[in-house]
Every structure is written in structure tokens, then in C-alpha cells.
Antibody
Framework: EVQMVESGGGLVTPGGSLRLSCAGSGFTFNDHSMNWVRQAPGKGLEWVSSISSYSNDKYYADSVRGRFTISRDNAKNSVYLQMNSLRVEDTAVYYC????????????????WGQGTTVTVSS | NFMLTQPHSVSESPGKTVTISCTRSTGNIVSYYVQWYQQRPGSSPTNVIYEDNRRPSGVPYRFSGSIDSSSNSAFLTISGLKTEDEADYFCQSYDLSHVVFGGGTKLTVL
């Protein structure tokens, strides 16, 4: 079964940092680009960042560029989101989601999503 | 960046058919695939349509997707509505540097 499990969420004060992790299983991890998508309480989905199979290409939403960094470790079947200079408006459930294509280029969409990890930024 | 605009909510009776629209603000809707996701309360999103009109395995035939270039819009149609279809639905597309989600449509089946 294809599965993504996120971890690393928690409560952090404004200006602080947090590192999210997402472990993939049930598929050949390094064949697929990966995405982070967030959802603020009671709001819609917002794309955050994407990374290609071998980290050659990284993309960011304007709202997080310069503050968040996406990375992956294919040996550990994991993708990460380093979040710095956190703001109250970054409060959300953060989902990890797979690009279903094998070695797909550019951006696309998602098929399997994790259960999400909650990030709360508050003083 | 472009935007995808969806109606905030729609409602219909069980057994009926409903169509949810998703209009792209700039750029041609046919140039980049559109995906649709269903999200029930308290759950993660699941993909119900990919590449404009293709159904993932396990998604009922009642779900279909289409594209209309004249209105620069994508559509999700659900026929034979069931109470279990009540959920939020999000369209999603992309360009060379961004992925964009529509604001979501709350479907009520009453």
C-alpha cells in the first residue's frame, strides 16, 4: 500500500523554526516528485512546495519563498520541509503528497496524501 | 500567478446530478491538466479526477471531468448523487512554476 506519514508538527512562537518530515512507503520513492500542501483551519488547500525525484528542481509558493526549504533523502525515503521565520498565518495542517508520475518533469498534481501534521504558530 | 475560481457551495438532492465549475483566470485551461480532489470532514484529500477527465481506480463512474476552452473552465460532474458524496471539492492545476488550488466547493446532498 502506498503511504505517506508526516511528522514534526507542533506549537512554535512567531519567528521560530520547525522541520517537518514525510516518510513514504509502498512505492519506489526516488521515482516520484513530492509535494507539500497546507490547509489553514477552516480554509482551503494551499500548495507550499514541490521537489523533483533527485532534487534537481524545487518550487515554492510566493508566500513561503525565502523562509521555507524543501529537501529529500531518497536513501531514507523521506522528504522534508524546513520552516524558518514562522508567522501566525503559517498555522495549518501540512500534508505531504506524491506526484503519481514516474520521473515526471515540471509540476503536475498529487495522488496519495498523508494524514497531515499540525503546525501552530502562536505566542 | 493565475487563479482558479470555484463556487463556494452547491446543493442537490440524492439521485440528481451536480456540476462544479473551476475557471482559470489567465493562461489556457487546456495547456495544463486539471485535477479534482474530494475532502470529507476530518480527512485528507483524495483524488477523484486527474488529467482533466480520467478517474483513478476505485472512483465510481458517477464522477466525471471535462474541459471547456471557450469559458477557460474545468468541470466536475457527479451523477446519481449519494449522501456519501457530501464533501468539499477542490480543483487544481499548475504552470511552469506554481501549483494552484481552487478555493473549494462545499457540496451538500440533501
Amino acid at each position: 500500500e502506498v503511504q505517506m506519514v508526516e511528522s514534526g508538527g507542533g506549537l512554535v512562537t512567531p519567528g521560530g523554526s520547525l522541520r517537518l518530515s514525510c516518510a513514504g512507503s509502498g512505492f519506489t520513492f526516488n521515482d516520484h516528485s513530492m509535494n507539500w500542501v497546507r490547509q489553514a483551519p477552516g480554509k482551503g488547500l494551499e500548495w507550499v512546495s514541490s521537489i523533483s525525484s533527485y532534487s534537481n528542481d524545487k518550487y515554492y509558493a510566493d508566500s513561503v519563498r525565502g523562509r521555507f526549504t524543501i529537501s529529500r533523502d531518497n536513501a531514507k525515503n523521506s522528504v522534508y520541509l524546513q520552516m524558518n521565520s514562522l508567522r501566525v498565518e503559517d498555522t495549518a495542517v501540512y500534508y505531504c503528497a506524491r506526484d503519481p508520475r514516474v520521473f515526471g518533469d515540471l509540476l503536475y498534481g498529487m495522488d496519495v496524501w498523508g494524514q497531515g501534521t499540525t503546525v501552530t504558530v502562536s505566542s | 500567478n493565475f487563479m482558479l475560481t470555484q463556487p463556494h457551495s452547491v446543493s442537490e438532492s440524492p439521485g440528481k446530478t451536480v456540476t462544479i465549475s473551476c475557471t482559470r483566470s489567465t493562461g489556457n485551461i487546456v495547456s495544463y491538466y486539471v485535477q479534482w480532489y474530494q475532502q470529507r470532514p476530518g480527512s485528507s484529500p483524495t483524488n477523484v479526477i486527474y488529467e482533466d477527465n480520467r478517474r483513478p481506480s476505485g472512483v465510481p463512474y458517477r464522477f466525471s471531468g471535462s474541459i471547456d476552452s471557450s469559458s477557460n473552465s474545468a468541470f466536475l460532474t457527479i451523477s446519481g448523487l449519494k449522501t456519501e458524496d457530501e464533501a468539499d471539492y477542490f480543483c487544481q492545476s499548475y504552470d511552469l512554476s506554481h501549483v494552484v488550488f481552487g478555493g473549494g466547493t462545499k457540496l451538500t446532498v440533501l
